[in-house]
């Protein structure tokens, strides 16, 4: 691989981060859950919301950060700690989304639901990308793999515990911080749960095809 065609899929990721976020603010403006991943971030930031989603985001991927160095150990490979840059571009990334959605009037409920599928649909195209520019995961991903490769698990079935994990503790969180209410994980949760696989595969298989021959162009 030349040194441009690593340049171009670095590029084509932290655009995919930037799409990814602006999802994750969206489905957040709707006020009726966000994505399992993001779900512990988002109920810590409407307690204690003097640090932003997108703080709270960068805090949440650097514990998962963390969790690999502690799981991997010696196999942890050194260029993944482009991993910690990444999770406070995806932070900020996302402060940034929510400002450009914040004027949405959000009174209705159909209303809300549709900014959860529009976010949803946002997110699955940033992932897309992602997924096409195939350079490094992100730390929620690399921290499912990290344990599916420790145990010798499937990576899907790993994945699957570790989204319904995140909203179990996201649930046990807002119990807890929030006397016994459902606050920050709701039905939007499980939207993006349903749909954002499908919603990727049909970015992907669009998308996939194109975007290679142009970061591959000689």
């Known amino acids: 691989m030349s040194k441009k065609e690593i340049i171009k899929r670095y590029v084509l990721f932290i655009i995919s981060l930037f799409f990814a976020a602006l999802g994750v603010a969206i489905t957040k403006r709707g006020e009726l859950g966000v994505s399992p991943i993001s779900s512990v971030a988002n109920v810590l930031s409407c307690k204690f919301s003097a640090l932003s989603m997108g703080t709270w985001l960068i805090i949440w991927n650097c514990v998962l950060i963390v969790g690999q160095v502690i799981i991997l150990r010696k196999k942890f490979q050194l260029i993944q700690l482009l991993q910690v840059p990444l999770s406070f571009l995806f932070g900020y990334f996302t402060d940034f989304g929510m400002w450009c959605v914040s004027f949405i009037p959000v009174n209705a ?9 529009a976010g949803v ?23 499912v793999k990290a344990v599916s490769d420790t145990i010798h698990k499937n990576f899907g079935n790993v994945k699957i515990v570790f989204d319904i994990s995140c909203v179990t503790l996201s649930v046990i969180l807002s119990l807890i911080l929030f006397d016994f209410s459902l606050v920050g994980t709701r039905e939007g949760t499980i939207i993006s749960a349903l749909l954002t696989g499908t919603f990727v595969k049909f970015f992907t298989h669009r998308l996939s095809d194109p975007l290679n021959r142009i970061i591959s162009e000689k």
């Open 109 to 117: 409920y159909p209303v809300r639901l549709l900014m959860v599928v």
């Open 121 to 143: 649909a946002v997110l699955a195209f940033g992932i897309s990308l992602a997924v096409i520019a195939n350079v490094i995961m992100n730390s929620g991903e690399a921290f």
